[in-house]
């Protein structure tokens, strides 16, 4: 499900085009803060599990994590729909765990500009958050094995940091501005406060 992006007035002054990952462990938060972020400022949501296959999501719902096999098709076809908004001349926001650094890259091939917001959550707050969804085909006995994968983004990664328990209107509008302004320099995570 996406938003309707805004129309693009080519003598407006329009803030670059963005694509931004939604990132973390299952029961962040990732789906809600993108869908509130994308409605905010009117931007193409791109809901990374709906993008996955059927095998995958049988899986998943058996209790039996992905490994990196099962996700690089699944990952492709979100920077697939990332390119889409790009090439409609518009920003997107997508939910979508990108747990190792790797998956990051191959994301990364699509827009090597994209940035990535992690909702960094304690494993407690995860497992009570996934026990707690109704109709999701993630189950909460997978929640450790994404904290087993779990790789936060490094120095040299185009990533900010934030409290995945805080919630959804504080997240976005701690990202709004950031995300309004000019392109943040690469560097150390910033944890947004």
Same mark, same amino acid.
């Given at each position: 499900?996406?938003?309707?992006?805004?129309?693009?007035?080519? *003598?407006?002054?329009? +803030?670059?085009?963005?694509?931004?990952?939604?990132?973390?462990?299952?029961?962040?938060?990732?789906?809600?803060?993108?869908?509130?972020?994308?409605?905010?400022?009117?931007?193409?949501?791109?809901?990374?599990?709906?993008?996955?296959?059927?095998?995958?999501?049988?899986?998943?719902?058996?209790?039996?994590?992905?490994? *990196?096999?099962?996700?690089? =098709?699944?990952?492709?076809?979100?920077?697939? &729909?990332?390119? &889409?908004?790009?090439?409609?001349?518009?920003?997107? @926001?997508?939910?979508?765990?990108?747990?190792?650094?790797?998956?990051?890259?191959?994301?990364?091939?699509?827009?090597?500009?994209?940035?990535?917001?992690?909702?960094?959550? *304690?494993?407690?707050? +995860?497992?009570?958050?996934?026990?707690?969804?109704? =109709?999701?085909?993630?189950?909460?006995?997978?929640?450790?094995?994404?904290? +087993? +994968?779990?790789?936060?983004?490094?120095? *040299?990664?185009?990533?900010?940091?934030?409290? =995945?328990?805080?919630?959804?209107?504080?997240? @976005?509008?701690?990202?709004?501005?950031?995300? &309004?302004?000019?392109?943040?320099?690469?560097?150390?995570?910033?944890?947004?406060?």
């Amino acid at each position: 499900m996406r938003a309707v992006p805004h129309a693009i007035d080519p *003598d407006a002054d329009q +803030a670059p085009l963005r694509s931004v990952v939604i990132m973390g462990v299952t029961g962040c938060g990732k789906t809600a803060v993108a869908h509130a972020l994308a409605d905010t400022l009117g931007w193409r949501m791109i809901e990374g599990d709906s993008l996955h296959p059927p095998a995958n999501v049988a899986l998943m719902s058996a209790g039996i994590a992905l490994d *990196d096999e099962h996700r690089w =098709g699944w990952l492709d076809a979100i920077g697939a &729909e990332l390119v &889409e908004a790009r090439e409609a001349a518009a920003s997107a @926001v997508a939910a979508c765990s990108a747990l190792k650094r790797a998956y990051r890259d191959r994301l990364r091939g699509f827009a090597d500009d994209m940035l990535f917001v992690y909702l960094a959550i *304690d494993r407690a707050t +995860a497992a009570e958050r996934v026990a707690g969804r109704k =109709g999701h085909f993630m189950p909460a006995s997978l929640v450790e094995s994404q904290f +087993a +994968a779990l790789e936060a983004p490094g120095q *040299d990664e185009n990533a900010i940091a934030l409290d =995945g328990t805080r919630s959804i209107a504080d997240l @976005v509008a701690q990202l709004r501005p950031f995300l &309004e302004a000019a392109r943040p320099a690469m560097g150390e995570p910033t944890p947004l406060t």
